[in-house]
């Protein structure tokens, strides 16, 4: 055997460097393959919610996957503060959807009353409150909020400061990270892999492809699909202000830093360089009219991002039937998700064949039967 | 730190500085009255609470932030004084509402 | 005081009224175009002439002929029928000319045909230990309390760095009866050598006789002590001393303010934040636009003057506004451009202006041990990010600037990397044995200054653009 590593992630954000740890944590002699300093990069771009609220309608077993994971969430931050002392500052304390007016809020609540209804899916406390209950947890917000949806077991963490765990963890497990090296060609030949780049050739013995909506031109080189349909999300950020919101929203929440994160667009314009003003703007409407206060801060950043996202939202997991040994991962929610992959993804990974029982519902080949309605893998 | 210049003959602003009045002048932005009243008006930061006074006093360092009027965080290099004008010394993040 | 444009649409929309933006102002707008002037200062100026319609400073030999050269193009920009609004802060400029305007907290948009940026320069940051400590400051942040409110040190206090601007600050601090201690050249020696085959086109430069009396002024008054290869600061939450070493000695010396300053470089945020191309200058050790001879960038309608354009000093400047207005002219109104002085005049004059130019550039090269700092001395003032921060960072596989934010969150704070973006860039490349353009700089976006929520909130929107935000 001529093969240099046991595993070669291709693809360094949140998914691959979550899964490359997972496996350096089984012991398995990994490289991880990436770009360089621009690119579209999910793992820097994100919203950074634990989130499992409106996740999975119209597929069960999503809702179960992430339940799992917000479940286990807690045992991956340990492990990181263990290994590398980097606290991700992980807060799973119940989070929010709040609404603007009566018609959001009768929206929301039929959104909660399908997902209640849905057969087969794990339940997860889903309900809605009135403006009034909300008050009582939040007690900042304006009089236009007409109440909302809360989750006890949403949260969120400092996703950067999470990649930045992950690599350094990496590094501790000896785990190679070659960024400036994407992949142009992927072929297997006498039971290994060999994955070209400019700067030569790697050589392993199972390939996972984790390198975000590039999967979609990846996956069939070793026979894989991966059909992506990615958005662009557009954040806005303030400068840091006194701790005021001790529950993360789907569109606001305040970091451990300070700061106040605003999110999110939903666009199809697919330019990461540019910035849309207005959509900035309903985005720094809602959040004033939801919490007043917020109106006099600054806003100091604001970035668009290109989600990654399958086509019908919810994640993809694969194994390859022609080029055993490879593997195709990708999700849209790749810091709720990120336990699930440090844990489940990469044992089944290290073990060579994905499990059905926990993530058979994820294959591609569900694209092939072509009734795949678009979902809620997004919250 | 600093003191004016003989030739100053600009007319005195007042101003409140974290309670107390100051005589700047009129033209002065709120940082230069502030160095140039020679009292401690170092801020602290909204990361580790370090002590700082402003640097480049042209609106690029964000190190002359400061509470003018109830508003948080104002960059007082750029702001010239005014009559009456309530100056708060910040330390550490912004507060809520202000 | 305006506080919102006339029109919605102009012309020619100039960004700066330091000595290229009043000049192009002034040339576009006596050319007939209509024109705007945007300036974040309380008065027109710049930094070169700040405060000059209000400076407390009334003896004249004080702040010198040159700073008072400035009141004639403010009026002339005055009488041109060019728009003033001053307290204006762009902080948004995107590719179909658009401009977000922030006056007294609230934002107005205009849309231009022609667009000239004249966001000047700041000073080089100075990255040594101590230099974020209360009482450390530069160079122009002084001269800007000089002149704009007659302020001089007046306790013990150090002045640190090389370049013309240093010279200039201490003479007039000295005129204004101010107190300086010590003056730490940390100028190479090396550089001397490397300058002289340049030395003989700046001895014919005008800067020449007038930086050596300057310099001979100071002496007289205040020891220098040459040769500066290490620096420090150091104090308890109050800088208390500096320290230095020349000719391998090290000496401490006590002071109440340290002023460095080791030359400037091009303000490029709003530039790069509209996606303007730049390059890394391997003899001004920043980042420059790539710009044709007119001074057009690389995004159609948008031309750069002045000292954002690549560093040239004030004269260069005002005909680099010159030269951008008059092709501005000649693009949206070819008869009025007839009437202007020929393009070869003004092209002439720049010849000269910046002559003696590279001299300095050499000259005052700042050494790599004040750029590129080390340990825990601190490179991103606003997220406080140490040298050592980001080596390690490197280490676990940050490849250039906009990685490094995610491992890191430098250039993340309020300044947006004005203070900290060369030094990373540089150290980075030092860290990974690249070069600074390799490695290449922070991708810039709009606000390049900060506005409020509210101010945001107040953008005009469409029911499409609240669509791509509600859902259930």
Redesign the interface.
Known sequence: MSKDYDVAVVGGGLLGSAIAWGLGRLGKRVVVLDEGDVAKRASRANFALVWVQSKGLGMPAYTGWTMRASETWGRLAAELKDQTGLDVALQQNGGFHLTLGENEFAQRAQLVTRMHNQVGAADYRMEMLSASEVKKMLPLIGPEVSGGSFCPWDGHVNSLRTFRAFHTGLKLFGIEYFPERPVSAISRSGGEFRLSTAQGEIRAGKVVLSAGNANQSLAPMVGLSAPMGPTRGQIVVTERTMPFLPHPLTTIRQTDEGTVMIGDSKEDQLDDRTLNHAVSAVMADRAQRTFPHLARLNVIRTWSGIRVMPQDGFPIYDQSESAPGAFVTCCHSGVTLASNHAFEIARMVAAGALEPELVGAFSARRFDTNHAATGSGYY | ??????????PSVRIVVDGAALAA?E???VS??L??SGRDV?RA????G??????????????C?VTIDG???RQG??V?VAEGMQIEIQK??????? | MNTTARHDSYDVVVIGAGPAGLAAATTAAEAGLSTLLLDENAGPGGQVWRAIASTPVRDRNHLGADYWAGSELVEEARSSGAEIIQRATVWSLDRNLEIGVSVGGASFFVKARRVILATGALERPFPIPGWTLPGVMTAGAAQTMLKSSGLVPSGPTVIAGQGPLLWLLAAQILRLGGRIDRILDTTERRNYLAALPHAFAFMTSRYFAKGLALMKQVRAKVPVVTGISELAAAGDGQLATVTYVSGGRRETVPAELLLLHQGVVPNVNLAMATGIEHRWDDLQLCWSPVLDRDGNTSVEGIAIAGDGAGIGGADAAIVRGRIAARAAVEALAPAAAARLAPMASFKASLVKAERGRIFLDTLFRPAPQFRIPSGDTIVCRCEEVSARDILDAVAIGATGPNQLKAYRRTGMGPCQGRLCGLTVTELMAQARGKSPQEIGYYRLRAPVKPITLAELAAVPKTEADVNAVVRG
């Open positions: 730190m600093f003191k004016r210049s003989d030739q100053d003959s600009r002048r033209g002065d932005t230069a009255a160095l140039a170092r930061t909204a990361v580790s370090a002590p700082r006074l402003p640097y480049c006093m042209m609106g690029v360092c964000f190190d932030l508003v948080g965080n290099c750029l010239p550490g993040k912004r507060e809520i509402g202000r």
